[in-house]
């Protein structure tokens, strides 16, 4: 085994990607299985999670799709408790779904609102519970990513609850990784700037992307394979032994631009 294989060595481990279907943690879990990582993929569509899980068994990895009510803690529970029963373990957790919308901040109603907070945090958190207390019982070296977003660094006009939330997200990760990094269980948060994400499609007309990628030192959009790499180091109990609490951005410069 060459040095860096050993650094990202992933082979056994055993990866929860809650929001696999979609585009970005799609990829992610793609990356992983190439990687070794038996995933499985967690969410209430079974089409979009059988072509992730096609390209994954084409490229020799493994994984399934488990059906979850993320907003339900029983069924984040009952996903848990089955994957445990299937695979042996759990050593990779990955929260990643997520919701946005482009309502005018007067306009936001309580609604609206509470449903972005509660699949963008809430299910996170309720996750984060679940999935750590397993971790905690396991007493392995365990590695927890959640989804953040650049808006939650630096907020954006016209997403204004999806940013508040991910504000949320930060903080809940950073909370954690104090919390259990005694116990071996590192929580991190990988930081997209702006890839075609679904969520992202309803906000984003000619003006706001000419804007995005004159603000964008890579002059471009991120491809969802460029989040593969971060994924690797942070889910590593090697080379990622001793980040946590961190906020891993990956944005093609957008937070380093100014004028």
């Given at each position: ?5 050993h650094l990202f060595d992933l082979n056994g481990k055993v990866a929860v990607i809650i929001g696999g279907t979609g585009e970005l943690c799609g990829h992610m879990a793609i990356g992983l299985a190439k990687a070794g990582v ?222």
């Open positions: 085994m060459s040095y860096l294989d038996e995933v499985v993929i967690a969410g209430r569509d079974q089409t979009k999670a059988d072509a992730k899980l096609a390209i994954i068994e084409a490229a020799g990895g493994t994984g399934y799709f488990l059906a979850t009510d993320l907003k339900q803690k029983d069924s984040l529970t009952e996903l848990r408790d089955t994957v445990i029963e299937r695979s042996g373990k759990i050593d990779i957790l990955i929260n990643g779904a997520g919701v946005n919308s482009p309502t005018p901040f007067l306009e936001i109603g309580k609604e609206e609102f509470q449903n972005i907070f509660d699949i963008n945090l809430l299910a996170m958190m309720q996750a984060c519970q679940v999935f750590g207390q397993h971790f905690i019982d396991y007493g392995e070296p365990a590695s927890i990513i959640n989804l953040g977003s650049i808006s939650g660094l630096n907020p954006l006009s016209r997403v204004f609850s999806y940013s508040a939330s991910k504000a949320a997200v930060h903080n809940l990760s950073k909370n954690l990784a104090r919390e259990w990094a005694a116990q071996q269980i590192r929580v991190n948060t990988l930081v997209p700037g702006f890839f075609p994400a679904e969520q992202n499609r309803k906000v984003l007309d000619k003006l706001r992307v000419a804007s995005i990628i004159g603000k964008t030192p890579a002059e471009r959009f991120g491809k969802p394979d460029e989040l593969i790499g971060a994924t690797l180091l942070l889910a590593s109990n090697k080379a990622g032994s001793f980040i946590t609490g961190h906020e891993m951005i990956v944005d093609g410069g957008f937070s380093a631009m100014t004028i």
